[in-house]
T-cell receptor, first 113, second 116 residues
Framework: GNSVTQMEGPVTLSEEAFLTINCTYT??????LFWYVQYPGEGLQLLLK?????DKGSNKGFEATYRKETTSFHLEKGSVQVSDSAVYFCALCRIQGAQKLVFGQGTRLTINP | DADVTQTPRNRITKTGKRIMLECSQTKGHDRMYWYRQDPGLGLRLIYY???????NKGEISDGYSVSRQAQAKFSLSLESAIPNQTALYFC???????????????FGPGTRLTVL
């Protein structure tokens, strides 16, 4: 079956540090890949997506590249801010059919000033 | 106003009680979903609906039921709540969209349910 594995959290960084949150997946066929972000007290929001191998999704300074050979979709940001503190979820879905999202376990990120 | 609303936002109940969580959306989307979030497990799909007459089970539907009263409303019920149903519950919606495109899911703010 389809599954997503994220790096264990929580992750604590200082402002302006470089961020990487690892994500690997197992899936049949060619899923689309996503990063969702959950700010405190809110629902999830789509941060970025990639729909095929070698695609790079980007938004708000965050980037992730769809690596089919390593089945990975690692999230990166060059210089984090306090406002980036949130829980980040990696997810996949098959575009065909029901488009059910399969989520990783989430990684809590805290940025200290 | 929020596009996807959930009521209540917080609920504490006792084992054996019947509970209904409600979700409403003003986005005009056809598809609606219910997920639960547990620490260390991410979000898991409980039920989803593609229109009023189309209800489907997700990966963890046991102990839950749903009702799609209208295009804009999708309710989740726990007929007899048990403590391991303590979790954060999210509703989401998406458009039907075109073939071959991902239709972004938009999430409500969540309902925190505690079963004692």
């Amino acid at each position: 079956g389809n599954s997503v594995t994220q790096m264990e959290g929580p992750v604590t960084l200082s402002e302006e540090a470089f961020l990487t949150i690892n994500c690997t997946y197992t899936a049949t066929g060619y899923p689309s890949l996503f990063w969702y972000v959950q700010y405190p007290g809110e629902g999830l929001q789509l941060l970025l997506k990639a729909t095929k191998a070698d695609d790079k999704g980007s938004n708000k300074g965050f980037e992730a590249t769809y690596r089919k050979e390593t089945t990975s979709f690692h999230l990166e940001k060059g210089s984090v801010q306090v406002s980036d503190s949130a829980v980040y979820f990696c997810a996949l879905c098959r575009i065909q059919g029901a488009q059910k999202l399969v989520f990783g376990q989430g990684t809590r990120l805290t940025i200290n000033p | 106003d929020a596009d996807v609303t959930q009521t209540p936002r917080n609920r504490i109940t006792k084992t054996g009680k019947r509970i209904m969580l409600e979700c409403s959306q003003t986005k005009g989307h056809d598809r609606m979903y219910w997920y639960r979030q547990d620490p260390g497990l991410g979000l898991r799909l409980i039920y989803y609906s593609f229109d009023v007459k189309d209800i489907n089970k997700g990966e963890i539907s046991d102990g839950y039921s749903v009702s799609r009263q209208a295009q804009a409303k999708f309710s989740l019920s726990l007929e007899s709540a048990i403590p391991n149903q303590t979790a954060l519950y999210f509703c989401a919606t998406s458009d039907l969209g075109g073939t071959g495109n991902y239709n972004e899911q938009f999430f409500g703010p969540g309902t925190r349910l505690t079963v004692l």
